[in-house]
Nanobody
């Protein structure tokens, strides 16, 4: 079994900063891409940022230059540093990990339960 757990959400005023963390644990042979997604009330889930094992990154246009995704392969963790937050960033933030649990095993994407980020005026 593989578990993905996010942490670090909270409330912040507009213009402020927050950092999120995500750890994948359990039976893990190899982790491929890891990603941050978010879902605001009444909206579809959207991809925020992604990072490969080799630490190539990509961002949604709406967060580019404000958010930074990083990764520690030794800890099976990714992070999301968020700066200059606005009310439009209020959402439930999810982490996903593309994992091969065992050598030769099926590759599957695992999701966390999410961590809430609320930005007030």
């Amino acid at each position: 079994q593989v578990q993905v757990v996010e942490s670090g959400g909270g409330s912040v005023q507009s213009g402020g900063s927050l950092s999120l963390s995500c750890v994948a644990s359990g039976t893990i042979f190899y982790i491929y891409d890891m990603k941050w997604h978010r879902q605001a009330p009444g909206k579809q889930r959207e991809l925020v940022a992604s990072i490969t094992r080799d630490k190539f990154t990509d961002y949604a246009d709406s967060v580019r230059d404000r958010f930074t995704i990083s990764r520690d392969n030794t800890k099976n963790m990714i992070y999301l540093s968020m700066n200059n937050l606005g009310r439009e960033d209020t959402a439930l933030y999810y982490c996903s990990a593309k994992v091969q649990p065992t050598s030769g095993g099926d590759i599957k994407t695992y999701w966390g339960q999410g961590t809430q980020v609320t930005v007030s005026p």
